[in-house]
T-cell receptor, first 111, second 114 residues
Framework: DQQVKQNSPSLSVQEGRISILNCDYT??????FLWYKKYPAEGPTFLIS?????DKNEDGRFTVFLNKSAKHLSLHIVPSQPGDSAVYFC??????????FGAGTRLTVKP | NAGVTQTPKFQVLKTGQSMTLQCAQD?????MSWYRQDPGMGLRLIHY???????DQGEVPNGYNVSRSTTEDFPLRLLSAAPSQTSVYFC?????????????FGPGTRLTVT
């Protein structure tokens, strides 16, 4: 039972344009959402998070949007840079430290 | 400040062998957890700990044991390895701040069971 889904396995964008990565979830008890970035042969790196009491959180080039009624969140990267090329995971938690992850989206930013 | 360290980086086991994957953090975090990542899947939680002496099961705990005798260390034990346990294992340490938290991951251990 996959409670967190990233339906796009890959995404390719041009440098300087916006990257939008999407994530859907099924468990309405999730109250905290996170995005991670992962390079090959490394552990995931925390990017940005959002609590269910908010609908938007920004950190530099990264913005996460949460639509609770649709059980959907998205990560916007503006402007996209070649160094952003990686696999991005979304994750959700109903209680602290019991995290469920999506399968990941591989982002390629072309120069 | 080394963050989260994991040893070994690579390991090959034969079916039925046992081993312990080591994980340590130097950030004084109470929460630690173990995940496995398989091709085409996200990370799945195996076990977690909310403090020394306290552990709990995650999504896929079968075949694994954990203990937490100190804040710093959280080893994961495979009692009798099976080919289905071939995976990449990540340990994580969680910083909590009010209602928010951030997880820091180790570099991973790539395990192959033949």
């Amino acid at each position: 039972d996959q409670q967190v889904k990233q339906n796009s396995p890959s995404l390719s964008v041009q440098e300087g344009r916006i990257s939008i990565l999407n994530c859907d979830y099924t468990n309405s008890m999730f109250d905290y959402f996170l995005w991670y970035k992962k390079y090959p042969a490394e552990g995931p790196t925390f990017l940005i998070s959002i609590s269910s009491i908010k609908d938007k959180n920004e950190d530099g080039r990264f913005t996460v949007f949460l639509n609770k009624s649709a059980k959907h969140l998205s990560l916007h990267i503006v402007p996209s840079q070649p160094g952003d090329s990686a696999v991005y995971f979304c994750a959700a938690s109903a209680i602290s430290n019991d995290m469920r992850f999506g399968a990941g989206t591989r982002l390629t930013v072309k120069p | 400040n080394a963050g989260v360290t994991q040893t070994p980086k690579f390991q090959v086991l034969k079916t039925g062998q046992s081993m312990t994957l080591q994980c340590a953090q130097d950030m004084n975090h109470e929460y630690m957890s173990w995940y496995r990542q398989d091709p085409g899947m996200g990370l799945r939680l195996i076990h977690y700990s909310v403090g020394a002496g306290i552990t709990d099961q995650g999504e896929v705990p079968n075949g694994y044991n954990v203990s937490r005798s100190t804040t710093e260390d959280f080893p994961l034990r495979l009692l009798s390895a099976a080919p289905s346990q071939t995976s990449v294992y990540f340990c994580a340490s969680t910083k909590t701040s009010g209602s928010s938290y951030e997880q820091y991951f180790g570099p991973g251990t790539r395990l192959t069971v033949t």
